[in-house]
């Protein structure tokens, strides 16, 4: 079992709805949690990331990390066709540490 | 605009070269990464640096994968012998301990025939 696990998809949703992304993983000592999205053909970028438990939003982008249960989300609000990409969580234990990838999910927002 | 730049962004060799990789890191950034990804394994890391010692390589094979920073702006990725199975998307990242931001090149696609 990987240290990091995310559904790959795709997860196809009309322009405007909701999209939703989890992660889960295994190891205690992850504090930081990043959220990367990759288009196609690029390398990773970095969407937000969280510290602990709790949540975080910016724009329409919305983390949530509950680190009881070891399950990350992100949510993205008025999806858009440019937000179709594979969205990449990264926990880390300390800040400048090496990330630990999950496999990706792939998202297509549809016009 | 900085940007980490890699090279070559495209590579195909025949098996049993000598390849090798090349990342300038974003001036200032005190960490550098290298990263593989596949389809069927997702990125994976080869090698980190900080302020250019080698902190991890324990997802490199040591027999044929080699990582190095001569100096604060360039590292470097050697694969000696090649095999088909290291064909992939090779990327490097670069950020600062203080904020956990990594900052990914292009990636450098490798095919081995």
């Known amino acids: 079992q990987k240290e990091v696990e995310q559904d790959p998809g795709p997860l196809s949703v009309p322009e405007g709805a909701i999209v939703s992304l989890n992660c889960t993983y295994s190891?205690?000592?992850?504090?930081?949690f990043m959220w990367y999205r990759q288009y196609s053909r690029k390398g990773p970028e970095l969407l937000m990331y969280?510290?602990?438990?709790g949540n975080k939003e910016d724009g329409r982008f919305t983390a949530q990390v509950d680190k009881s249960s070891k399950y990350i989300s992100l949510f993205i609000r008025d999806s858009q066709p440019s937000d179709s990409a594979t969205y990449l969580c990264?926990?880390?234990?300390?800040?400048?540490?090496?990330?630990?990838f999950g496999g990706g999910t792939r998202v297509l927002v549809k016009p | 605009d900085a940007r980490v730049t890699q090279t070559p962004r495209h590579k195909v060799t025949e098996m049993g070269q000598e390849v090798t990789m090349r990342c300038q890191p974003i001036?200032?950034?005190?960490?550098v990464f290298w990263y593989r990804q596949t389809m069927m394994q997702g990125l994976e890391l080869l090698a980190y640096?900080?302020?250019?010692?080698?902190?991890?390589d324990s997802g490199m094979p040591k027999d044929r994968f080699s990582a190095e920073m001569p100096d604060a702006t360039l590292a470097t990725l050697k694969i000696q012998p090649s095999e088909p199975r290291d064909s992939a998307v090779y990327f490097c990242?670069?950020?600062?301990?203080?904020?956990?931001?990594?900052?990914f090149g292009e990636g450098s696609r490798l095919t081995v025939l």
């Open positions: 190891n205690s000592a992850f504090q930081y």
């Open positions: 001036l200032g950034h005190n960490t």
């Open positions: 640096f900080r302020n250019r010692a080698p902190l991890d």
């Open positions: 969280t510290y602990s438990s």
């Open positions: 990242a670069s950020g600062l301990v203080h904020t956990g931001e990594l900052f």
């Open positions: 990264a926990p880390t234990g300390a800040a400048g540490n090496k990330l630990t």
